[in-house]
């Protein structure tokens, strides 16, 4: 079946184009750039289209990742966008989701009129039989002039857990599913994981979520197969458009295993390369968390106590224009590093996060939950403790926590108003690595949902190249 697939493929790449629309959030730009590739592998034409910053911001963190090619090959196209301000974060904010993003949200609005324009341009070529447009759930208003493009479709690409989509999804209805059995407090929702105005941006987004032929969604079957289906019985609320066909779960989008092209030069592998197999918990928030100064020496502190060696990549949250923003060196506690030195690692530079979590000396992952970094975190094996500060974090959390059980908690929603001590991470760091029965039991399950998400790649990722086929059909 997959090569009859390939072969029609292959037969179709010629007058078929692609046109990815991420929307402005480094895993955003992340995921389709790491889409781009996949498709541009399989002979299609590929362009990617965002505004300047964003555009150079996909290309230089792509090539920081030395597992990946580089972006040649796909045609990058820079999108007027009005000046939008990028404010620092505020770590001391009683709201952990990144306020400081919202005015490159907002103005993404903006982009439709440009996109409108690229997409007839790209149209209207005359070898071009057929425009397929990749967006992000996020730009469904963006993209909206699709429709009126007679040789044109698109497909909205889920950024987010597929668990997350469906309970949100369902909150929106007013019918919230109760997947897990949770005090009020501890359950994740629009109101305490995002702000009004984003609540708001979602809403815009939804009136246009009928105009897209189908969804792409960044999972992967055999870990959220349950999700999948019932996101497919279920009828959008409001244009009461039937959702049971035209969906895909296409990840993992990135390499699952090793090759040849990889730096091992890197600081963090080089001392990786000298720890014990499954000794080393590596600590990273991604790039739009941003912590106190009392946060950060909690955990500083939590870290050494629990005698694990650790890797901890320490960095404050991007603003907008990463290129225009002065950078905060994050204090720690005296004499901190020199305490740890051997057994512990601080970097604050960008980190090439797949061989750290491929890398055999890594037996755990401290993360906010992060999408990317629970399936990247997943596909390696790697168990994780977990710490969601927002947005579509606290729902990958209970995933991970209480249905996958591949980890434990640092900290619960319930408890997320608080600062989270020492002592608790201590504790979640040896609940995890040392020798316990529950570290033991979230291992072997990461190790069991490891080797089928690669086998579904080695299935010559079937899922993916079925999207291809019928796009290109």
């Known amino acids: 079946m997959a090569n009859n697939i390939t072969s029609k493929i292959a037969a179709d790449s010629d007058d078929v184009v692609f046109l990815m629309v991420p929307f402005p959030a480094q895993s955003h730009l992340n995921q389709l750039l790491h889409l781009s590739h996949l498709i541009r592998s399989r002979g299609f034409p590929v362009h990617y289209a965002a505004s300047a910053v964003h555009c150079l911001q996909a290309k230089l963190r792509h090539e920081h990742d030395t597992l990946l090619l580089n972006t040649s090959g796909i045609i990058f196209h820079e999108l007027p966008t009005p000046p939008f301000n990028s404010p620092p974060p505020e770590p001391y904010s009683s709201v952990k989701f990144p306020q400081h993003f919202w005015p490159s949200f907002e103005a993404s609005l903006n982009l439709r009129q440009p996109v409108a324009a690229l997409l007839r341009e790209l149209s209207s070529v005359d070898t071009t039989r057929r425009l397929v447009i990749i967006h992000d759930y996020l730009m469904n208003y963006v993209v909206q002039d699709a429709a009126s493009v007679p040789n044109a479709e698109s497909y909205s690409f889920s950024c987010p857990s597929t668990f997350c989509t469906f309970c949100i999804r369902r909150q929106f209805t007013g019918k919230p599913f109760p997947v897990v059995e949770l005090e009020p407090q501890a359950t994740p929702t629009l109101d305490n994981c ?12 939804r009136q246009f979520d009928h105009l897209k032929h189908g969804t792409l969604f960044s999972t992967c079957r055999a870990v959220e197969g349950p999700y999948l289906d019932l996101l497919a019985q279920t009828t959008h609320a409001d244009a009461s458009v039937d959702m049971k066909t035209k969906q895909w779960a296409i990840a993992p989008l990135f390499p699952v295993t090793a090759n040849d092209e990889e730096d091992k030069a890197h600081p963090t ?26 946060q950060i020496n909690e955990l500083a502190i939590g870290l050494e106590e629990s005698k694990q060696r650790f890797l901890w990549v320490l960095r404050d949250a991007d603003r907008v224009d990463i290129f225009n923003a002065e950078s905060t060196i994050l204090q720690l506690p005296e004499g901190f590093e020199e305490r740890v030195k051997g057994v512990g690692k601080v970097t604050r530079d960008w980190a090439p996060q797949l061989e750290i979590l491929r890398h055999p000396s890594v037996g755990g992952f401290m993360s906010h939950c992060g999408w990317n970094s629970c399936l990247e975190s997943l596909t390696m094996g790697v168990p994780l403790a977990t710490w969601p500060m927002h947005s579509d974090q606290p729902h990958n959390a209970l995933l991970m926590t209480h249905i996958l059980k591949v980890g434990v908690q640092v900290m619960g929603w319930g408890e997320r108003d608080q600062l989270v001590t020492s002592s608790a991470i201590k504790k979640s760091i040896e609940n995890l690595m040392a020798s316990s029965d529950e570290g033991h039991a979230v291992r072997r399950r990461a190790e069991e949902l490891s080797k089928v998400i690669k086998q579904s790649v080695d299935d010559d990722h079937w899922e993916l190249n079925s999207f291809i086929a019928y796009a290109a059909r």
């Open 194 to 205: 995002f702000i009004p105005k984003v609540a708001n941006f979602f809403s815009i987004q």
């Open 269 to 294: 592998l080089e001392w990786l390369d000298k720890q014990p197999p499954n000794s080393v918990i590596y600590v990273s928030f991604g790039s739009s968390t941003t912590m106190s100064h009392e």
